[in-house]
Nanobody, 124 residues
């Protein structure tokens, strides 16, 4: 079992930056692919970014490519999402997830464990 806890969300103006963290416990995440998803009010949860178990392969949704960076520190059992040039349409609850796989995963059903989410609000 893997427990995931996100932090770092908040209110930021358009063009600003936030760094989300996802701390894992219960098991090491070094054998898991990790991902970030988000869900805006009235919308389905959507893929944002994923990273392979070693951290060597990141992959992003087109909507965040070039602005967001996913990274991981397996020694600290933590995954990060650096978000730059934020836009109002990035407003959502952001969820961290772990998939029992080594390579990147982009589909919700491929993930086995989820955090409770952290709110990100971008004002215009």
């Amino acid at each position: 079992q893997v427990q995931l806890v996100e932090s770092g969300g908040g209110l930021v103006q358009a063009g600003g930056s936030l760094r989300l963290s996802c701390a894992a416990s219960g098991s090491t995440i070094s054998s898991y692919a990790m991902g970030w998803f988000r869900q805006a009010p009235g919308k389905e949860r959507e893929f944002v970014a994923t990273i392979s178990w070693s951290g060597s392969i990141p992959y992003y949704a087109d909507s965040v490519k070039g602005r967001f960076t996913i990274s991981r520190d397996n020694a600290k059992n933590t995954v990060y999402l650096q978000m730059n040039s934020l836009k109002p349409e990035d407003t959502a609850v952001y969820y961290c997830a772990a998939a029992s796989a080594q390579n990147i995963r982009v589909m919700r059903y491929e993930y086995d464990y989820w955090g409770q989410g952290t709110q990100v609000t971008v004002s215009s």
